[in-house]
């Protein structure tokens, strides 16, 4: 079960915008960052599925006059204490939802803690370009304002609902 996320303790400075990228595993959030920033960082290891973040992943960008910076965590459960960590401070943050799959408690129990506390938040209803997703079932199961189906292997898309977050809640910085 996720813990209430840390209060926001700092704010960026002016011109700045800390968004953090959570999800379940392989729900695309490493992806995403690198569809935004080719020269972005992780930090990962090999599993017997492939390689999955152990750490975070960093990007950045410029949204119109704002930099933004993108941290994106490790979904597994067990890295609970990083996500902690990384969310010091987010101004904003992006669930990446896998379409492909159900909703698993893990992708519910993210949503719910960053609804209850308020945070601005956008829903990248990713892997929208395959034949087996279903982003009207996300709708229905984890409801928000913010939703955009895209495929975080297409950089434009990505790019695309990435700007029209940041214009969504760029007057609350």
Do not use: W
């Amino acid at each position: 079960m996720l813990k209430k996320f840390p209060p926001k303790y700092s704010s960026m400075p002016a011109g700045k915008v800390k968004i953090v990228v959570f999800g379940s595993y392989n729900a695309g959030k490493s992806t995403f960052i690198q569809a935004i920033d080719p020269e972005s960082r992780h930090v990962e290891a090999h599993a017997e599925n492939g390689d999955t973040t152990v750490a975070l992943d960093f990007g950045r960008t410029s949204v119109h006059n704002l930099q933004v910076y993108l941290f994106g965590t490790p979904g597994q459960e067990r890295f609970e204490f990083v996500r902690q960590i990384i969310s010091r401070g987010m101004d904003a943050a992006i669930l990446m939802v896998d379409c492909s799959i159900g909703i698993d408690e893990f992708t519910r129990n993210i949503h719910l803690a960053l609804s209850d506390q308020g945070i601005p938040m956008a829903m990248m209803l990713n892997k929208c370009d395959l034949s087996e997703a279903c982003p009207a079932m996300a709708r229905r199961e984890l409801p928000g304002p913010l939703l955009f189906e895209i495929s975080a292997q297409d950089p434009e898309s990505a790019r695309a609902a990435l700007s029209r977050f940041v214009d969504s809640i760029a007057g609350d910085l």
